[in-house]
């Protein structure tokens, strides 16, 4: 079955004294064992007390490079510090950079990438909505969530989309790629479900579509 390799990475948080900053996020595209399909970012770029205009143009840059410079396409979604950092208006749009345009689930296709992503922004800061709860079903390899969320809150006590282990599961996804808690924390291995964590580059290959 075909493969679809994927590194991704979540909570930079820029700004923030913990962050392991822009130069690791460089460092640890260019040290990559694997060349990926594409770049997966699960949320929170901007610390939202401590990002300043050059945290913005930094995290801009950084999405610039791998679009332009790795040529890779990069999927990713809003976290509840990048809202309440209030830089969101000013990211443009960039070629490559997909993400959800509203704020319900989307399914966001990737010329040449043969996954379907189901993704959702973060849009208040804290998010405790119930949506996820819609997250489609599916029957088929391919398919990959992409989400900034508390889960069941285990592991924080900040509330973001709130959700279960077990209905994430019961998605049928080939992976679940999460953001907001900073500890990686595997909650399933296969399918894998789980926080990327902060300064973590996660390698993975997943089914194709169809
Ligand atoms: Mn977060």
Same mark, same amino acid.
């Given at each position: 079955?075909?493969? @679809?390799?994927?590194?991704?990475?979540?909570?930079?948080?820029?700004?923030?004294?913990?962050?392991?900053?822009?130069?690791?996020?460089?460092? $640890?595209?260019?040290?990559?064992?694997?060349?990926?399909?594409?770049?997966?970012?699960?949320?929170?770029?901007?610390?939202?007390?401590?990002?300043?205009?050059?945290?913005?143009?930094?995290?801009?840059?950084?999405?610039?490079?791998?679009?332009?410079?790795?040529?890779?396409?990069?999927?990713?979604?809003?976290?509840?510090?990048? @809202?309440?950092?209030?830089?969101?208006?000013?990211?443009?749009?960039?070629?490559?950079?997909?993400?959800?345009?509203?704020?319900?689930?989307?399914?966001?296709?990737?010329?040449?990438?043969?996954?379907?992503?189901?993704?959702?922004?973060?849009?208040?800061?804290?998010?405790?909505?119930?949506?996820?709860?819609?997250?489609?079903?599916?029957?088929?390899?391919?398919?990959?969530?992409?989400?900034?969320?508390?889960?069941?809150?285990?592991?924080?006590?900040?509330?973001?989309?709130?959700?279960?282990?077990?209905?994430?599961? $019961?998605?049928?996804?080939?992976?679940?790629?999460?953001?907001?808690?900073? $500890?990686? @924390? @595997?909650?399933?291995?296969?399918?894998?479900?789980?926080?990327?964590? *902060?300064?973590? *580059?996660?390698?993975?290959?997943?089914?194709?579509?169809?």
């Amino acid at each position: 079955m075909a493969t @679809v390799r994927l590194l991704a990475f979540a909570d930079l948080h820029l700004g923030k004294k913990k962050s392991p900053g822009v130069q690791w996020a460089y460092e $640890s595209l260019a040290g990559a064992a694997i060349r990926p399909d594409a770049i997966v970012f699960t949320g929170d770029l901007l610390d939202k007390k401590k990002a300043t205009e050059a945290d913005l143009a930094d995290g801009i840059a950084l999405f610039r490079h791998i679009t332009r410079d790795l040529t890779l396409p990069l999927v990713h979604v809003w976290g509840n510090h990048d @809202v309440g950092s209030g830089m969101i208006p000013r990211f443009p749009d960039l070629p490559g950079v997909h993400r959800p345009r509203g704020d319900g689930i989307e399914e966001i296709r990737v010329p040449g990438v043969p996954l379907l992503f189901h993704a959702a922004n973060v849009v208040a800061d804290p998010d405790p909505r119930d949506l996820l709860k819609d997250l489609p079903r599916v029957n088929e390899p391919g398919h990959v969530g992409v989400l900034h969320t508390e889960v069941e809150g285990q592991y924080t006590k900040n509330p973001c989309l709130p959700t279960t282990q077990e209905h994430l599961l $019961s998605r049928g996804y080939g992976a679940c790629l999460l953001g907001h808690v900073h $500890s990686p @924390v @595997v909650l399933n291995d296969d399918p894998w479900i789980g926080w990327i964590g *902060m300064g973590e *580059m996660l390698e993975i290959d997943i089914p194709a579509l169809g």
